[in-house]
């Protein structure tokens, strides 16, 4: 396989994190091209970094530029927009799917994107009903292949500090042992492994759209 370029948004989110490391150290990715709003502290021959205007659409054109692969982690919370829906939107829809879109035109040919188990654009959670139209609006676009990554909670450490997240991990991490069957998928995983389950992936020769959840994960990367 030839060397391909590699664009990461959401680079400095927990996912996003790990995702730059296990992508910087893959051979098959001569440049790994990060998009952030701030500069990342890190400094790696192979690393390419843009800071970008989400909301300027010519200049997240311009800092997207050509390459193969884009990966998208992007997300916020309630309580970074402090509860504006428009402002949550504008970061977990907007972005991906201008993503996808400038992909395409620039000739891109895989999009991996992190979701989050029960996205349904039919779900009365608003956060649920988002992750499902972000889906939907970037699977009608004609990438060789999309893939789709559906985790339940979370484990890691993240830059930010989350103290309610920080509580419920130790629980989550210890019930998730009593899931089983149909309920399997809503098992806690460490952001780590959702990043590696992501590069691993991306290397494959698939075709049209796929789905992870956590056992689709945790094969992926055994």
């Known amino acids: 396989m030839n060397e391909q370029i590699?664009?990461?948004i959401g680079a400095t989110g927990l996912i996003g994190n790990f995702l730059v490391e296990e992508l910087l150290k893959n051979d098959v990715f001569s440049?790994?091209?990060t998009l952030?709003?701030?500069?990342?502290?890190?400094?790696?021959?192979k690393l390419q970094q843009e800071i970008v205007n989400?909301?300027?659409?010519n200049d997240?054109?311009?800092k997207l530029g050509t390459g193969h692969t884009i990966f998208c982690c992007?997300?916020?919370?309630?309580?970074?927009?402090?509860?504006?829906?428009?402002?949550?939107?504008?970061v977990d829809f907007d972005i991906p799917v201008n993503a996808a879109q400038?992909?395409?035109?620039?000739?891109?040919?895989?999009?991996?994107?992190?979701?989050?188990?029960?996205?349904?654009?039919n779900s009365s959670n608003f956060y649920l009903q988002l992750k499902g139209k972000t889906e939907n609006s970037i699977k009608k676009l004609p990438f060789q292949s999309i893939s789709i990554f559906r985790p339940a909670q979370l484990l890691g450490k993240r830059n930010e500090k989350r103290m309610g997240e920080r509580i419920l991990q130790p629980v989550t991490r210890f019930l998730s042992y009593f899931l089983f069957g149909s309920l399997k998928k809503y098992r806690s995983i460490n952001a780590r492994d959702v990043a590696k389950a992501m590069v691993k992936q991306s290397k494959q020769n698939s075709q049209g759209v796929h789905y992870f959840e956590y056992d689709q994960m945790i094969n992926l990367i055994k």
């Open 36 to 45: 952030t709003r701030r500069p990342m502290k890190l400094i790696h021959p």
């Open 6 to 8: 590699a664009v990461v």
């Open 74 to 90: 992007i997300g916020t919370t309630q309580k970074k927009v402090k509860g504006d829906k428009e402002a949550y939107k504008k």
């Open 54 to 57: 989400f909301n300027d659409l």
């Open 60 to 62: 997240f054109k311009q």
């Open 102 to 121: 400038i992909g395409i035109e620039k000739g891109f040919k895989k999009y991996l994107l992190v979701s989050a188990i029960g996205a349904n654009e």
């Open 31 to 33: 440049i790994v091209k």
